[in-house]
């Protein structure tokens, strides 16, 4: 799977809105780009994922860019318990990689009250 | 159930035993991944089951380490003759079409003295 780049960190005041950026300069037209995050203590938890076209759902928000070799997921009002460390992760489906999901270092999202 | 649980929560054990972590999958999930989590790192990719069959075993890091799915269900890793680096966190996930949407266990914190 294609290689991802994000920050190591960044940090948020409660109820602000977040833009946790990805980039994937390597994309292929395959390659879906999928979120996770990681509370403390916990596995990580699907967020969301897409192909092309932004994509919204009840935990958050995608947006993909033209060319797609970046992406940024949106959290529009951060609160206390989406302190997580955030993963952005391409998988080509159409691969022989089958279901894996190959985990970079993330985003370690701080928020602050 | 209504999630992927994973048996112990917590295993201490002494360097040279034996070890086996289990991992019981979402009902219907065809697609069940192991992966560990040292201290302050990413998730590293184990193994992957299709079924009860593991097309991808190109995690495990050593021939210490195997694992086995019965019925399609519930997975079980073993570790043979454990050692302090084998300390981490073992998580399981489980997925109903590969790579979308996986749903991660709690994990197993695995401790070697």
């Known amino acids: 799977d294609a290689k991802t780049t994000q920050p190591n960190s960044m940090e948020s005041n409660e109820e602000e809105p977040v833009h946790l950026p990805c980039n994937h300069s390597t994309i292929s037209g395959t390659d879906y780009i999928h979120w996770y995050r990681q509370l403390p203590s916990q596995g990580p938890e699907y967020v969301i994922h897409g192909l092309t076209s932004n994509v919204n759902n009840r935990m958050a928000s995608l947006a993909i860019a033209e060319d797609r070799k970046s992406s940024t997921l949106i959290l529009h009002r951060a609160t206390l318990r989406d302190a997580a460390v955030y993963y952005c992760?391409?998988?080509?489906?159409?691969?022989?990689?089958?279901?894996?999901?190959?985990f970079g270092q993330g985003t370690i999202l701080t928020v602050h009250p | 159930g209504a999630g992927v649980s994973q048996s112990p929560s917590n295993k201490v054990t002494e360097k040279g035993k034996d070890v086996e972590l289990r991992c019981d999958p979402i009902?219907?999930?065809?697609?069940l991944y192991w992966y560990r989590q040292s201290l302050g790192q990413g998730l590293e990719f184990l193994i992957y089951?299709?079924?009860?069959?593991?097309?991808?075993k190109s995690g495990l890091p050593s021939d210490r380490f195997s694992a086995e799915r019965t019925g399609g269900s519930v997975s079980t890793l073993t570790i043979q003759r454990t050692q302090q680096e084998d300390s981490a966190v073992y998580l399981c996930a489980s997925s109903h079409r590969g790579g979308y949407g996986y749903t991660f266990g709690s994990g197993t914190r695995l401790t070697v003295v």
């Open positions: 089951f299709q079924g009860n069959s593991a097309p991808d």
């Open positions: 992760i391409l998988h080509n489906a159409g691969g022989t990689s089958y279901g894996k999901l190959t």
């Open positions: 009902s219907g999930h065809t697609a």
